[in-house]
């Protein structure tokens, strides 16, 4: 059928789609890992037990 | 083929492709911002961990793409005119300006708030200053109205490495100001040289660069002092903290080779320009590139190899 017809614009726009789901995707997988470095940290403490301290 | 199906298709070649938006963040540009933050980052006295390196490094990246997105939507009337942006997306009618704005908007946003998250609030507060110096005080208010346009505006692109340092310290000091100083005093001659052999571009513009209002013979002087300065600054920077004797080694052989370069620049007239196609102001700004990438190469260096007790004094 006519409207099934690969057209240029949908490679392009399939293109776009798929950089930015990839982008979306690598962000977060950053978010996670960033999250995982933070509060594995040494330095990292809770909030709450920020507060029992004081 | 009816009128609206003619019009519909051409509607589509015109649609931005994926490339087409990525362009908008000025890829080069980031490039630069990339490798200064990097050289700031990791020149710091202070470990950082790699995925908060990375996310640092990335952050300040997005920030300086942000920025030139949002000077693509501001400059589209003038990108238009001259020949080296008018294939910029919004001038070929692949972008609408209000996309480059909202993309700006969002990315200058989404980099402030990681980078303060992910490394320092300081950081994260710098980062945004340097977007608002490269849009409002750069492009929206300098870059129309005074010669000293790229001077002050030079500011903004000096910057990251500032940042890197600060995203790995959280504090300032001496060291990521002389890299900042670098850029600063690198850029004048390296963008008047560009306008020496774009020659008309910046005219059919109105863009008041030096060329324009101070005329081609006042231009070629200004490279030589500011080449000079730089060549001291660039020089003294190899007994700083962050310099040491191969940092020197590439200081001495750069600035030499670029005062030499500018001084030729200097002693030449508009026909003996025109007459090989401005090859000595063309080489010249090549020339630039690699001073500026040795430059931070030799940073980069001295602070790597000092685990090792190889780098600096």
């Known amino acids: 059928m006519a409207l099934r017809k690969e057209h240029e614009i949908h490679k392009r726009r399939s293109g776009l789609n798929k950089g930015v789901g990839i982008l979306l995707g690598a962000f977060v997988v950053l978010v996670m890992a960033l999250t995982m470095v933070k509060v594995t940290s040494a330095s990292f403490k809770f909030p709450d037990a920020q507060g029992e301290q004081n | ?313």
């Not at chain 2, 996310?55 to 000077?71: E, K, R, T, V």
């Open chain 2, 1 to 313: 083929m009816s009128d609206a199906s003619i019009n519909a298709s051409r509607a589509y070649e015109d649609e931005a492709s994926f490339g087409d938006y990525f362009a908008l963040l000025k890829p080069r540009v980031m490039s630069l911002v990339v490798f200064t933050a990097l050289v700031g980052l990791l020149a710091a006295p202070v470990g950082v961990h790699p995925v908060i390196g990375f996310c640092a490094i990335l952050f300040i990246a997005i920030g300086g793409g942000a920025s030139g997105a949002l000077n693509m939507w501001w400059d589209a009337d003038i990108d238009k005119v001259m020949k080296r942006t008018r294939g910029r997306p919004i001038p070929a009618g692949k972008v609408e300006p209000g996309e480059a704005l909202a993309l700006g908007l969002a990315l200058s946003g989404l980099s402030v708030i990681m980078l303060a998250l992910a490394a320092n609030v300081f950081a994260g507060a710098f980062l945004a200053f340097t977007i608002f110096f490269y849009v409002v005080v750069y492009t929206m208010w300098l870059k129309r109205a005074t010669p000293q346009n790229i001077v002050i505006g030079g500011a903004a692109g000096a910057f990251p490495p500032v940042i890197g340092w600060i995203a790995a310290t959280g504090t300032m000091s001496v060291e990521p100001w002389l890299m900042f100083l670098l850029t600063f005093m690198w850029t004048p001659p390296h963008f008047w040289a560009l306008a020496l052999f774009m020659r008309s571009d910046y005219d059919d513009a109105g863009v008041p660069m030096l060329t324009v209002t101070h005329g081609r013979r006042a231009t070629r002087v200004h490279i030589l002092v500011y080449t000079a300065l730089l060549a001291v600054l660039a020089v003294g920077t190899a007994f700083s903290g962050i310099g040491g004797p191969l940092y020197l080694a590439a200081a001495l052989v750069m600035n030499a080779l670029f005062l030499h370069g500018a001084w030729k620049i200097t002693r030449r007239d508009e026909d003996d320009s025109e007459a090989d196609n401005f090859k000595v102001e063309r080489s010249f700004f090549k020339l630039s590139l690699l001073y500026l990438f040795l430059h931070f190469g030799a940073i980069l260096a001295e602070a790597l190899l000092k685990p090792y007790g190889l780098g600096g004094w």
